[in-house]
């Protein structure tokens, strides 16, 4: 079964850091690229990064662009996405998914940036 | 970018009724395009893949079409499982995008 499952969502504070990670299986994901795609609350769907298959090349939104990184253990299937200088507007559910034809995600993740 | 127009942004319809959703791209993305049904508290569900293949083990009522700029999906006879909100999504070229979501509802 093709899966994949986030962790490391919580609250922070704005300012503050948190790593998501993304544990891949059922499937080859050494021949995925991955993404990251949010939604904040009561609100629509927004990419964030992808990472492709071997990690040598990563993409941002301007909105989290120099304070948001995307990496990959392929030893590990997992994808990373380390978020530093947090702010409110980055309050979300985070997914991973593959985002190609016959697409699939996560469950997600909540991030939620207060004091 | 690419541009996603989704349209309606909300539908009421009867249980058995035919529903259309068009989702219009503002540059040529070919056939890459999928169609999502999301249910509150729940994550994006694939419905249909390359515009208009139906995805293994979703019903036969949902549908898709189109190339280029210009995307259907209909629901052939709305059943009241069919409650949530629908994306279109392209995948031609990043960013990926979306559209800005279709909440439906039964009347």
């Known amino acids: 079964e093709v899966q994949l499952v986030e962790s490391g969502g919580g609250l922070v504070q704005p300012g503050g850091s948190l790593r998501l990670s993304c544990a891949a299986s059922?499937?080859?994901?050494?021949?995925?690229?991955i993404h990251w795609v949010r939604q904040a609350p009561g609100k629509g769907l927004v990419w964030v990064s992808r990472?492709?298959?071997?990690?040598?090349?990563?993409r941002y939104a301007d909105s989290v662009k120099g304070r948001f990184t995307i990496s990959r253990d392929n030893t590990k299937n997992t994808v990373y996405l380390q978020m530093n200088s947090l702010r409110g507007e980055d309050t979300a559910v985070y997914y991973c998914?593959?985002?190609?034809?016959?697409?699939?995600w996560g469950q997600g993740t909540l991030v939620t940036v207060s004091s | 970018d690419i541009q996603m127009t989704q349209s309606p942004s909300s539908l009421s319809a009867s249980v058995g009724d035919r529903v259309t959703i068009t989702c219009q791209a503002s540059?040529?993305?070919?056939?890459?395009l999928n169609w999502y049904q999301q249910k509150p508290g729940t994550a994006p569900e694939l419905l249909i893949y390359?515009?208009?293949n139906l995805q293994t083990g979703v019903p036969s009522r949902f549908s898709g079409g189109g190339s280029g700029t210009d995307f259907t999906f209909t629901i052939s006879s709305l059943q009241p499982e069919d409650i949530a909100t629908y994306y279109c999504?392209?995948?031609?070229?990043?960013?990926?995008?979306f559209g800005q979501g279709t909440r439906l509802e039964i009347k």
């Open positions: 059922g499937f080859t994901f050494t021949n995925y690229w």
């Open positions: 540059q040529d993305i070919s056939n890459y």
């Open positions: 999504q392209q995948y031609d070229d990043l960013p990926i995008t």
């Open positions: 990472i492709n298959s071997d990690g040598t090349s990563t």
């Open positions: 998914a593959s985002l190609g034809g016959r697409a699939f």
């Open positions: 390359d515009a208009s």
